[in-house]
T-cell receptor
């Protein structure tokens, strides 16, 4: 399974878009990109996932580059409640294993 | 409400003692997982189970044991062989191993 690289921390002003990058340069063709977030001392929460195409749901948008070597999670209008650690992971569809989550990006939304 | 329930929220272990962390889900999910999280770190997979009566080791299984006798339950035992058990333990489930994870609220285990 491919490894991912994320910046350790980012700040964002409340009401602005938060763009969280993730590099996965060794991703294979059958590996999906998943995003989760974890608010302090709670269990992680699923946000979104995708394979090749850009995806959007009620929480966020996921932009995957054409070569699939990187992706960006976009929170369109960040609120204080979006302050959390955001994890980007890649895993093979149908794999019986769930990847280890790396250290993620600490997003702090500022008032 | 459907979800995953972990108990207790806080647990203390004495030297040489085995302790068991509970994880129950009412989502009718086939797959269940245990993760360990150390301060400021990501999550590492301890054990996972795809179906009842079956489970597999994850990346850091040494010093831990599990059972999956019922679909809704996946208890984790931290044995005395685990020399550094202090951590935040998270249980998760998914409909199948191919789908997104749902997490419980975690158990903080500390050594006295």
């Amino acid at each position: 399974d491919a490894k991912t690289t994320q910046p350790p921390s980012m700040d964002c002003a409340e009401g602005r878009a938060a763009n969280l990058p993730c590099n996965h340069s060794t991703i294979s063709g059958n590996e999906y990109v998943y995003w989760y977030r974890q608010i302090h001392s709670q269990g992680p929460q699923y946000i979104i996932h995708g394979l090749k195409n850009n995806e959007t749901n009620e929480m966020a948008s996921l932009i995957i580059t054409e070569d699939r070597k990187s992706s960006t999670l976009i929170l369109p209008h960040a609120t204080l409640r979006d302050t959390a650690v955001y994890y980007c992971i890649v895993r093979v569809g149908g794999s019986a294993r769930q990847l280890t989550f790396g250290s993620g990006t600490q997003l702090t939304v500022l008032p | 409400d459907g979800g995953i329930t972990q108990s207790p929220k806080y647990l203390f272990r004495k030297e040489g003692q085995n302790v068991t962390l509970s994880c129950e889900q009412n989502l009718n999910h086939d797959a269940m997982y245990w993760y360990r999280q150390d301060p400021g770190q990501g999550l590492r997979l301890i054990y996972y189970s795809q179906i009842v009566n079956d489970f597999q080791k994850g990346d850091i299984a040494e010093g831990y044991s599990v059972s999956r006798e019922k679909k809704e339950s996946f208890p984790l035992t931290v044995t005395s062989a685990q020399k550094n058990p202090t951590a935040f333990y998270l249980c998760a489930s998914s409909r199948t191993t191919n789908e997104k994870l749902f997490f419980g609220s975690g158990t903080q285990l500390s050594v006295l």
